[in-house]
C-alpha cells in the first residue's frame, strides 16, 4: 500500500516480515521512533504490543480486524 492510503480503523493483513499473515487495523500513521521501522502503520493485530509496519509490507484486508 501507499502511505497516503493508509488511515486509522483500516484493516491491513501483514504481507512481509516477522508478522507476515496476521491481520489488524491501523492505529496511527506516521513517523515513530525506537523501532527498525521508522516511517508507516502502527498496527493492532491483537498481541500485547502494536507493531510497526512499512507500507509496502501491509495491504488492505476485506475482513474485519
Known amino acids: 500500500m501507499k502511505l497516503e492510503e493508509l488511515r486509522p480503523g ?18 496511527a ?15 493492532d493485530i491483537g498481541e500485547r504490543l502494536p507493531v510497526i509496519c512499512e507500507p509496502g509490507g501491509i495491504e488492505k484486508s476485506d475482513s474485519p480486524a
Open 10 to 27: 483500516l484493516s491491513v493483513r501483514i504481507t512481509e516480515g516477522e508478522h507476515t499473515g496476521k491481520t489488524g487495523s491501523v492505529l
Open 29 to 43: 500513521v506516521g513517523t515513530f521512533e525506537g523501532g527498525p521501522q521508522s516511517i508507516g502503520a502502527l498496527l
